[in-house]
């Protein structure tokens, strides 16, 4: 296993994301479950819904609709068509990563909410009929946990050393930087559009953030694992001939 070091170490960073998430989640879920939110929670609605124009709730709900199931079906569904015409193994891995992401995502945000049971904000804070419980968002847990998973993704192929100028490894570097941005801005609006609409407060929208978290660092270590398998071993030990 000596191949494996290196990546070994490497895989040492999703772990320890995974354990700050995961405490971060049971931080807030506790918080929450005491009633030691309800007044930053109430503080920040208000606060939001004072900022409400017809052009900006018009952008949030475009904004909000990314973070739908749908929008992350579209989302594999293009990475996978785009791995199929170009035949690159690469992207049709990632789109299998992402729907297992998406899919976990759902399925583990169904089961926290019906584990803690927190009502939504008051009807008269909503701009959008919606209902189920509130806690965590699964909006910001799908965000965080399908594009954090792509901008992950995308940073590790940018990265990756191989052959080619310096200059054209800048420039890959150059555009996984600037699409990883992308990502987190797209993140951090998604999250923020569930308060603005009025149908999860701030602490919904945290523990969805830490809870997909969570899973983000699980595939990325996975992912890591994984590479470190198919890697050979360092220093050519391979068998004599």
């Keep these: 296993m000596a191949g494996c070091k290196g990546a070994g170490t490497g895989c040492r960073g999703p772990l320890a994301a995974c354990a700050l998430c995961a405490a971060g989640f049971v931080a807030l879920a506790a918080a929450v479950a005491s009633g030691a939110t309800g007044g930053v929670d109430l503080a920040v609605a208000h606060a939001v819904a004072a900022w409400r124009t017809p052009a900006l709730t018009a952008a949030m709900r475009a904004v909000t609709g990314l973070g739908s199931w749908w929008a992350l079906a579209l989302a594999v569904a293009g990475t996978l068509v785009a ?54 968002s699964g909006h910001a847990m799908n965000a965080v946990a399908v594009y954090g998973l792509a901008a992950w993704l995308v940073w590790h192929a940018a990265s990756a050393t191989g052959a080619g100028a310096t200059a054209g490894r800048r420039g890959r570097r150059g555009l996984g930087i600037a699409a990883c941005s992308l990502l987190a801005v797209l993140i951090t609006l998604i999250g923020f559009s569930r308060i603005y609409l009025g149908v999860h407060y701030l602490s919904d929208v945290l523990a969805g953030c830490c809870a997909g978290g969570v899973l983000l660092a699980c595939a990325a270590s996975l992912r890591c694992r994984l590479a470190c398998r198919k890697r050979p071993p360092a220093g050519g030990d391979g068998p004599s001939r």
């Design 83 to 136: 791995g199929a015409v170009t035949r690159r193994r690469g992207l049709m891995a990632a789109a299998a990563a992402l729907a297992a992401a998406a899919l976990s995502s759902e399925l583990v945000n169904h089961a926290l909410k019906a584990a803690a049971c927190r009502p939504r904000p008051d009807a008269a804070l909503r701009l959008v009929e919606i209902g189920g419980y509130s806690f965590p």
